[in-house]
């Protein structure tokens, strides 16, 4: 069974950098796009971004200047950094499998339980 | 950018009735449209993608329809473990991927 769990930080000042790892068991990170989602209450669910195995990337133009997906195939994981934080980016932080080896599918069907990220001096 | 709008923001229902939810699309997105299912403190579950098709082990209550611009989600006979906040998604046209505000759904 596909689990995905995401880890980091839950506290973040402004301007610095956010970065949280998302781990995968029960599965291969291998050929699939593996993405970050956030929510908050003003905003509802947010597309972040996505990378594939191969390290391909897309980010979310509203947050490209600021985003970077990285991926370790190694370990299994792969990670997200969001310089420049504000209060904005306050937000529970989800990783999200594509189900659909080498295919972008564009829907996501295995998530993360979610990381609550709260940005604050 | 496309811009999906849910409605209505709350829909109540009494046990085994339909819930009927809708999703509107600023533009065309064909049949790429997803609907998730939240519950509190967890994360959104897939129900439906390519708009129609039931994703595993999803009980065959929940049907979702249309295409272009209009979409609808059905939970023919609720029941109270279908209480929770329903999303839909496009995945058509692409950056961003757009979720819609969400339906609350609650038990009369």
């Known amino acids: 069974q596909v689990q995905l769990q995401e880890s980091g930080p839950g506290l973040v000042k402004p301007s610095d950098t956010l970065s949280l790892t998302c781990t995968l068991s029960g599965g291969s990170i291998s050929g699939y796009y593996w993405s970050w989602i956030r929510q908050s209450p003003g905003k509802g669910l947010e597309w972040i971004g996505f990378?594939?195995?191969?390290?391909?990337?897309f980010y979310n133009p509203s947050l490209k200047s600021r985003v970077s997906i990285s991926i370790d195939a190694s370990k299994n994981h792969f990670s997200l950094n969001l310089a420049s934080v504000t209060a904005a980016d306050t937000a529970v932080y989800f990783c999200a499998r594509s189900p659909d080896s080498d295919v972008w599918s564009g829907y996501y069907d295995y998530w993360g339980q979610g990381t609550l990220v709260t940005v604050s001096s | 950018e496309i811009v999906m709008t849910q409605s209505p923001a709350t829909l109540s229902v009494s046990p085994g009735e339909r819930a009927t939810l809708s999703c509107r699309a600023s533009?065309?997105?064909?049949?790429?449209l997803a609907w998730y299912q939240q519950k509190p403190g967890q994360s959104p579950r897939l129900l439906i993608y390519?708009?129609?098709t039931r994703a595993a082990g999803i009980p065959a209550r929940f049907s979702g329809s249309g295409s272009g611009t209009e979409f609808t989600l059905t939970i023919s006979s609720l029941q109270s473990a279908d209480s929770a906040v329903y999303y839909c998604q496009q995945y058509n046209e692409w950056p961003p991927l757009t979720f819609g505000g969400g339906t609350k759904v609650e038990i009369k």
């Open positions: 533009h065309y997105v064909s049949s790429n």
């Open positions: 390519r708009a129609s």
């Open positions: 990378i594939h195995y191969s390290g391909n990337t």
